[in-house]
């Protein structure tokens, strides 16, 4: 491949389709990267080969760990229910270090392919309050990519790419429908069944239900 290259980390949620089809309108041969990290909607990794697919990415990864292992999260950890109400402060479904580990071996395959942009489909608008969304944590990821790798102490510098930081959902929806994303693909639930169905209570699922509403766009998504 010539060119510019991005890693983009893709869950196979609505958000990280959208990033992807936006870096691939920019010009970059796209590389993704999933996770299976113990989560309990693990069919999201199904959706997230599906757009990689659909997208036309050059490779994606699924890179194998274990946050389960330590828990923390009902993302992780069965015995904590995945709320269906709103509260207040951080909620239980926040991951301890997920954006941090999964930037981290996001940058490690960019210095591998010689990709100076790695995209993350993080939002500080409509999300839920994860502290590893805002743009100050985004800021000071980008400083430490380029003091920690061969790559950034020789000048060839990282950036990292938050296109949806400042967008609602709707505005994020109507983006990734001009560019062609096909959402029926994807999976945003915190507890999709196997077959990617959607339980239409949860945090993500009312913020996607609300974003397409917004949007003027029928929501595709299929519930349990």
Not at 11 to 22: E, Y
Not at 73 to 80: K, V
Request: hydrophobic share 40%; net charge negative.
């Amino acid at each position: 491949m010539t060119g510019k290259k991005a890693v983009i980390l893709l869950s196979g949620g609505l958000d990280s389709a959208t990033v992807v089809a936006m870096a691939k309108a920019d010009g970059y041969a796209c590389y993704s990267m999933s996770f299976d990290y113990g989560q309990r909607h693990r069919a999201e990794l199904q959706a997230a080969e599906r757009v990689a697919q659909q997208l036309g990415v050059v490779e994606h990864k699924v890179i194998g760990m274990s946050l389960n292992g330590i828990g923390g999260s009902a993302l992780t950890d069965s015995r904590i229910a995945v709320p269906e109400s709103l509260g207040e402060g951080i909620p239980v479904t926040y991951v301890p270090a997920r954006n941090t580990l999964f930037l981290s071996l996001a940058l490690g395959w960019a210095e591998v392919l010689d990709a100076q942009d790695i995209f993350i489909g993080v939002n500080a608008v409509d999300y839920s309050g994860y502290p590893d969304c805002r743009p100050a944590f985004i800021e000071a990821f980008e400083q430490l990519a380029n003091l920690a790798t061969k790559a950034g102490v020789e000048g060839r510098r990282f950036s990292i790419r938050a296109p949806l930081q400042n967008l609602s959902k709707s505005e994020i929806v109507q983006a990734g429908v001009r560019l062609g994303v096909d959402y029926s693909m994807t999976v945003s639930c915190y507890q999709a069944d196997e077959d990617g169905r959607a339980c239409g209570r949860c945090d993500s699922c009312r913020l996607r239900a609300a974003g397409f509403d917004e949007a003027g766009v029928a929501d595709p998504t299929r519930y349990m």
